[in-house]
């Protein structure tokens, strides 16, 4: 392993000073522009800020639906893709703001430095206007839930005041939570991945409460626990990669060693498969028969792990599922399996 870790310190060396000189050259580039970028353009690079890789996350919100089993349902349907829609709009906010927060260090850091605020592609007053219009659409989308009734005599959800209100303090939620995060939270040794798991976690209660459903709480476990293992693994690839320079780039990484991160990483893998076995055996859904999904988690969660320990990988959780084959092909049939024994084999 440390030989592992001696050859990718050395490739990434080069690496990192032609990103530095890509970086430097796209600084000298719209510094000559004069602010004279394309209007489409600056549009792309408004895109791109928007991070649209990033709201693969925002598929938990079909973890409702899809457990519940009301997936070929028309109205749970556009109530849950108008909810997935406002969680990317909200998302987005976010990570404009974090952007915004974070502009100096990152225009530091080897690869963020090449992003549309930090490398002067996006202006300030761009993000800013995206960022109302942003949080103006995830309300809007909020109101149409809103108009759109699910029907049905008993809804679980009627004596707090229907799922619809609920999904809304949910998503208002989401928000407040994050954009502490983005201003303090981040900084807070532990609680800092706790709070990204939190985030997937009001992901999928939002998926529910959105539909009127109520899911077992076996799932909102295996969803903390999964989160955690990929935010631990984020923080372990952050301090190799950026080896001793970690906390100049990101402070709370000078409370994180890889041993340390090796430990949790580990505690929160076992505990993530026995959560969901667990799931499998003794949650109200599928007649046990989700137990032949298990080896298929198994093999995504030693794939993962594969690719951060040989490969260095894991920075970006998204980047992996879309990019590796093998964990988009695991995904994609584990997703099949569970959605033939829910919807096609007899209860």
């Not at 996350?57 to 109205?75: D, P, Y």
Request: with cysteine.
């Amino acid at each position: 392993m440390n030989e592992a870790l001696t050859d990718q310190k050395e490739q990434s060396q080069p690496v990192e000073q032609s990103m530095t000189l890509v970086s430097g050259e796209v600084g000298r580039k719209v510094a000559a522009m004069g602010g004279t970028m394309t209007f489409k353009a600056r549009l792309g690079a408004m895109f791109q800020a928007l991070r649209p890789r990033q709201w693969t996350k925002n598929l938990a919100v079909f973890v409702g639906i899809l457990f519940a089993k009301r997936l070929l349902e028309v109205a749970p349907l556009i109530h849950t893709l108008l909810a997935f829609i406002a969680f990317c709009l909200v998302s987005s906010f976010i990570y404009l703001l974090n952007d915004l927060l974070d502009l100096e260090n990152d225009r530091r850091h080897p690869r963020k430095r090449n992003r549309p605020l930090a490398s002067g592609r996006l202006p300030i007053s761009w993000a800013v206007v995206a960022m109302g219009c942003l949080l103006g659409g995830a309300a809007l989308l909020t109101l149409a839930i809103f108009a759109i009734p699910l029907g049905g005599q008993h809804l679980p959800y009627s004596s707090l005041g229907g799922g619809d209100l609920l999904f809304a303090l949910v998503l208002a939620t989401y928000v407040v939570l994050m954009v502490l995060y983005s201003v303090r939270l981040k900084h807070v040794v532990l609680l800092d991945v706790f709070i990204i798991a939190s985030g997937f976690l009001l992901r999928i209660l939002a998926g529910a409460v959105v539909i009127s459903v109520v899911i077992s709480p076996w799932l909102y476990l295996v969803t903390i626990l999964l989160s955690l293992f990929l935010a631990l693994n984020k923080r372990r690839h952050e301090l190799v990669l950026l080896q001793g320079e970690a906390s100049t780039h990101r402070q709370i990484l000078k409370e994180y060693n890889l041993p340390l991160l090796d430990q949790m990483i580990t505690i929160t893998a076992a505990a993530t498969v026995m959560a969901y076995s667990l799931y499998t055996f003794q949650g109200p859904t599928g007649d046990h028969h989700l137990m032949v999904t298990i080896p298929l988690v198994l093999y995504g969660l030693f794939r993962y792990l594969y690719l951060v320990y040989m490969r260095m990988e894991g920075g970006s959780p998204e980047e992996v599922l879309l990019r590796d084959r093998h964990t988009l092909a695991t995904v994609v049939l584990c997703a099949a399996v569970i959605f033939v024994v829910l919807y096609v084999l007899p209860s």
